[in-house]
Each structure stands twice: as structure tokens, then as C-alpha cells.
């Protein structure tokens, strides 16, 4: 079983990850603005 590949899920934002916002390295987080924190694209 060496063909275990995990499609892609290609209608999740690729900015965020399918997060829908960023995490602030300072404190909080950051609506994603590419999917509108929808984390879809
Ligand atoms: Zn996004």
C-alpha cells in the first residue's frame, strides 16, 4: 500500500490552509481576507 496518496482538497483556501484566518505571532488572530474566513476558496 506505498499509493496512500491524500488528495488535495482543492476548494480549501490555500493562504490560510482551509483556517479561514492566520494566527498572529504576537497575540490573536487575523480573519483571512483571501477567503473572507471561510477557509474555502
Ligand atoms: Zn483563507
Given at each position: 500500500?506505498?499509493?496512500?496518496r ?19 505571532r504576537?497575540?490573536?488572530s ?12
Amino acid at each position: 500500500m506505498t499509493n496512500l496518496r491524500k488528495p488535495a482538497n482543492p476548494s480549501h483556501c490555500p493562504y490560510c490552509k482551509g483556517n479561514g484566518y492566520f494566527q498572529l505571532r504576537l497575540g490573536g488572530s487575523e480573519t483571512c481576507t483571501v477567503c473572507q474566513g471561510s477557509g474555502k476558496k
